[in-house]
């Protein structure tokens, strides 16, 4: 991946495809969607994302399962 600033400069990250390999293919529909200039993959909207996140969130409180932030464990970064 590269990320090219506007002024000129860009950061360069590789990573070996086997290391992380459902990443990868989520980095790469990315940038092709910030290449396009687009704010939001067609293959996976934002809406779809959060309707996931709320299912999580979901199966999260019927289980029980709370995240340390939420515990008062680690402070929430936000």
Known sequence: MTLRLRDGRAARYDEPRIAHEGLYFEAVEAARCIAAGLTQSPLRPLADSIAMLAVMDEVRR?????????????????
């Open 62 to 78: 019927q289980t029980g399962d709370v995240f340390d932030m939420e515990a008062g464990g680690i402070p929430d970064p936000a």
